[in-house]
């Protein structure tokens, strides 16, 4: 071989090798932006305005409408129920379709030569075109592969309802998310307001007392220490704040709000104390039955339970039925195009061998899940138990706090009588209104626990707030159902 001939083979090789490279390129920063332009203007698309002060089964309403997470959820349903259709395309017969040309460069001819003197006994001869046209169309359909994909598509719809228990105990979670973040917001926008007031009161004591300390007037130790109470006071007041001022923020993105939209609650309910109605030992049944865990699991039993009659079903031999039409343009043929059908049975022997084990192996499936689900059992129960706990000790904390936020206001009125008559300083009355404030915080932070608490109850007892299905999908419609199966439920009924 040349040197020449040598160069180039290289070069068509380097060719070669350099074209199967793959490189990816970084992705643009317009792009980017554009998809970032996208997401915002899909992420609030097509969701109602609010049209006045939000009550809590609204903004409930607004979350299970519009909470991208929940979306996400529904999305995973769709799919599931998608990948169930898919599944049972398996159990159909194999069917192909193959068309096209035949040809080669010369005449396919064949002689014959004789066993026994080894002469030629046939003079070369051809049964084929050079140039042909063949088609057909073959049916396959073995008994033991629909068998088995029937079981498998019983175990992929048991799949989809495992997401529908998914997409339940997201809502559960949704609207716990939601209660908690409603009444911590309606504890700031009741608080908030008189913070800010008790804050610029502060200041302007601050600067006076500054200004009397520049002046030489009165004792520098007791003006510089009356500054440092005030300061302190702020210092208080500030974390106060911060801790009410991102509970709007949270609510707003619980129900998929745009952030920095105004956000009007409505009134409470006057501190109303919930009380448990329901038998106990009804809620432990219902927590036992209808926990999303729980019922997860159940299909997950019978999906391991599947998978064993899966591993029985391979040690059977297959019954293989099979049918299929033919064409081919040959000219030698007596007969260009005829159908074909045949019965057959298959068996992987190694199946046989491979069997006991696979079933062994489905039927420890099976244990594992038994055992996952008794363990998860008691776990849910002690969830319940705890959350009955909760609730009682956040009865008795309200309580508490109420009775100190009612001494801390008469206390307030006695300290503004006393500085209007002259009788006691500034930073008295200050620190006495921010004790009062402060008690307020406990108590409306601790009502929030309160009916938190009692949410908690029943979504540990997998209780459901909407049923299964609704008359219509707009939000009044889906509050007014939240606001019935609530009443209900501090009725007693379940």
């Known amino acids: 071989m040349s040197k020449a001939v040598k160069f180039f083979s290289a070069s068509v090789l380097a060719i070669a090798v350099s074209g199967c490279a793959v490189t990816s390129q970084p992705i643009d920063r317009s792009v980017s932006e554009q998809r970032a332009k996208q997401d915002l203007a899909v992420m609030f698309k097509d969701q109602e305005p609010l049209s006045g002060p939000l009550t809590l089964h609204e903004a409930m309403a607004r979350a299970v409408k519009y909470n991208l997470e929940a979306r996400l959820k529904v999305m995973e349903e769709a799919l599931a129920q998608r990948q169930l259709d898919l599944a049972t395309f398996d159990m159909l017969p194999r069917m192909a379709v193959s068309a096209g040309y035949a040809g080669r460069n010369n005449i396919s001819a064949s002689s014959s030569q004789s066993i026994e003197t080894g002469t030629q006994s046939l003079e070369p001869s051809t049964s084929q075109d050079r140039d042909r046209g063949v088609a057909d169309l073959t049916m396959v359909w073995n008994v033991l592969d629909f068998g088995v994909s029937y079981v498998s598509a019983k175990q992929q719809d048991d799949q989809r309802l495992i997401v529908q228990e998914r997409r339940r105990k997201v809502m559960h979670t949704i609207i716990q998310d939601v209660r908690s973040a409603y009444w911590r917001a309606l504890a ?209 904390q309200f309580r508490t706090s109420q009775q100190l936020a009612g001494l801390d206001g008469q206390i307030v009125e006695q300290l503004r009588n006393r500085h209007e008559a002259q009788g006691i300083g500034e930073l008295q009355l200050i620190q006495g209104e921010l004790n009062a404030l402060q008690a307020n915080l406990r108590r409306d932070l601790s009502y929030a626990e309160l009916r938190n608490s009692y949410g908690q109850l029943f979504a540990s007892a997998g209780l459901d707030m909407l049923p299964q299905e609704l008359p219509s999908n707009d939000l009044v419609s889906i509050a007014e159902a939240l606001s019935t199966q609530e009443e209900k439920w501090q009725a007693g009924e379940l």
């Not at 300061?231 to 745009?258: C, F, G, H, V, Y």
């Not at 038994?370 to 008795?396: D, G």
Request: aromatic share 6%; glycine share 4%.
């Open 188 to 396: 700031a926008e009741r608080l908030l307001s008189q913070i800010d007031n008790l804050m610029i009161r502060v200041d302007q004591a601050r600067d006076n007392s500054q200004r009397m300390s520049e002046g030489l007037v009165g004792d520098p130790v007791q003006a510089l220490s009356y500054q440092r109470a005030l300061i302190e006071a702020t210092r208080q007041l500030e974390e106060q704040r911060r801790a009410l001022s991102l509970a709007k923020t949270e609510l707003a993105t619980l129900i998929n709000l745009p952030l920095g939209t105004e956000l009007t609650l409505a009134a409470g309910d006057d501190y109303q104390i919930p009380e448990l109605k329901v038998d106990w030992s009804r809620l432990e049944q219902e927590a036992l039955a209808n926990r999303p865990e729980l019922r997860e699991q159940d299909y997950q039993a019978r999906i391991s339970a599947a998978e064993t009659r899966k591993a029985m079903l391979r040690l059977l031999p297959g019954l293989e039925f099979s049918a299929g039409g033919h064409y081919d343009s040959n000219s030698f043929l007596v007969n260009q195009s005829w159908a074909d059908y045949g019965v057959k049975v298959t068996w992987n022997l190694f199946n046989v061998l491979s069997g006991p084990a696979s079933i062994d192996a489905a039927k420890a499936g099976e244990q594992v899940v038994e055992a996952r689900r008794q363990a998860m059992s008691i776990a849910i129960l002690a969830q319940l138990y705890v959350a009955n706990a909760n609730f009682n000790e956040a009865q008795r």
